[in-house]
């Protein structure tokens, strides 16, 4: 990923944040008949500062699994906030009219070696453990152990697991830091004005807010 160095972001504290705040990843391979890409919900488990994999799982009827070429690295991608951002909002617009739209967006690449697992009892794991983290805001969350165990047995029948173990991350958060200061409050407040959730997501990431 090309990544200008003002927007390069390495602090794994906010790449892991946006990892797991946005776990919907588009997990990439190559295959004898050329790039796959699958998206799916994976979790972040990382057990060090060097050492991280992701899990997740994929359908049986998904070919990805089988046809993957596990000598070459996958990469799992991660997309933040994102927003277009107008000229309208550059206080240059009225001095020169020398400004042009843009987009802006936060983004993370975990390139790995993956592996497929069959194992039953880690896919049960892995399936608790997704459940478990995604209802975790409900007030009444629902558990796997909530549907009888014959049905879960016969769901997991149908998958299979999937782990990426990371070797590199990169991070690019693009939010107008090539911006002056007083441009990059006018499209804070700009966005804030907008008042959606994707719009106040953004408006804190051009503010400095990475945590």
Not at 10 to 18: I, K, P
Not at 75 to 93: D, M, N, Q, R, V
Not at 189 to 201: I, K, P
């Amino acid at each position: 990923m090309y990544i200008p160095k003002f927007n390069e972001e390495t602090r794994l504290e906010v790449l892991d944040g946006l990892m797991r705040s946005h776990p919907l990843a588009a997990l990439v391979t190559m295959g004898a008949s050329g790039l796959f890409a699958t998206h799916l919900p994976v979790v972040l488990h990382r057990e060090s500062e060097t050492r991280a994999v992701l899990r997740g799982h994929l359908a049986r009827a998904n070919q990805q699994w089988k046809k993957f070429d596990a000598s070459v690295p996958a990469l799992a991608i991660f997309s933040g906030p994102e927003h277009y951002i107008t000229p309208g909002w550059y206080p240059e617009k009225q001095v020169s009219g020398k400004v042009v739209p843009t987009w802006n967006y936060a983004v993370v690449h975990a390139y790995g070696t993956l592996r497929v697992i069959e194992d039953a009892a880690w896919l049960l794991e892995h399936l608790n453990t997704l459940v478990d983290t995604h209802e975790a805001s409900f007030v009444k969350p629902w558990s796997v152990a909530d549907a009888p165990a014959d049905y879960v047995a016969a769901i997991a029948k149908g998958i299979v697991g999937i782990e990426l173990t990371i070797d590199r991350l990169e991070g690019k958060w693009k939010v107008s830091q090539n911006q002056d200061e007083a441009t990059r409050m006018r499209v804070a407040e700009g966005l804030e004005e907008l008042g959606s959730e994707m719009s106040l997501a953004m408006r804190s990431l051009v503010r400095g807010e990475r945590g």
